[in-house]
């Protein structure tokens, strides 16, 4: 089986590709990965048309797969990281968390929890 290596991503509306590339390629070298390790941008579907997601998927040559809410829910259950005001605006306790768990699938763990910029939150999960 194909190991599958997914940046989940959560950012503010209008957030630069430029800033989320450079967060995801951060969150790659502090787990020891080289961005021809990842699979995907993974972002919750309420993002749909977020141009921010869109330009750093380009800029990191991967393709940006928005998941269900059914997904990120089933997902949270593992992520370590909880804000309460992520929770008031969205539901999920952790967005980035969520997104990259449920891009890497049921079985997959974190590899970096959540790690933030300006705008942008990234967290790197891995199917097991």
């Known amino acids: 089986m194909t190991r599958i290596v997914a ?12 800033e989320i590339a450079a967060l995801v390629r951060l969150a790659l070298d502090e787990a020891g990965l080289a961005p021809g390790d990842l699979a995907g941008l993974f972002a919750p579907a309420f993002k749909q048309g977020e141009a921010g997601l869109t330009a750093a998927a ?5 393709p940006l797969v928005l998941m269900p809410e059914t997904a990120m829910k089933e997902a949270e259950p593992r992520a370590v990281t909880r804000s ?3 929770v ?3 539901g999920l306790g952790s967005v980035a968390e969520t997104a990259a768990l449920a891009g890497a699938g049921p079985r997959s763990r974190l590899l970096r929890a959540r790690i933030a910029s300006a705008h942008a939150t990234c967290a790197l999960a891995v199917s097991e």
Do not use: F, N, Q
């Open 84 to 86: 309460e005001r992520v």
């Open 58 to 62: 380009v800029l990191l040559g991967v």
């Open 7 to 18: 940046a989940g991503l959560g950012c503010r509306r209008d957030c630069p590709g430029a």
């Open 88 to 90: 008031a605006l969205t």
